[in-house]
């Protein structure tokens, strides 16, 4: 494993800030926030090829909260940072959107989301949930009507 070097563990701490930023932890600190949960590995390699131009898109938030005079996009308050996510899509077509649905699934499948949710943090199966037998007499009045298409050779 790769040793995270300065400039990897800042890239961390910005995307982290972003996460809690899309779903920040609730005030009654029973939901985590997406940064939290270290779901940037899990982003990355979901994120693919499309990546690169994502983190790029981050990159440019921490700019431009230091233009505000802010230490970093860290250090703004949750509104701030919103809107300066909400302005990024002018600059970065695309990359909130992608992120968001990235975040999104990676959180709604983390154990201490699930578990903050009421649910159960494990795979529906093999633990999971009945399923009938099923009969295949159902089958029956598909397999009576005339096919409906015309064979090919």
Known sequence: MEKP????ESDLKLVNAVLDTLIP????????GAGSLDLSETIREASGD????VLEGIRSLEAEARKTGASGFEALSLSDRSELLSRSQESHPGVLQSLVFQC???YYRHPKALEALGLEARPPF??????EDFDPALLDPVRRRPPFYRKVD
């Open 126 to 131: 093999p633990d999971g949930f009945d399923i």
């Open 50 to 53: 499309f990546w690169p131009g």
């Open 25 to 32: 932890a609730s005030e009654d600190g029973t939901k985590p």
């Open 104 to 106: 999104y699934m990676a």
């Open 5 to 8: 070097n300065r400039s990897m």
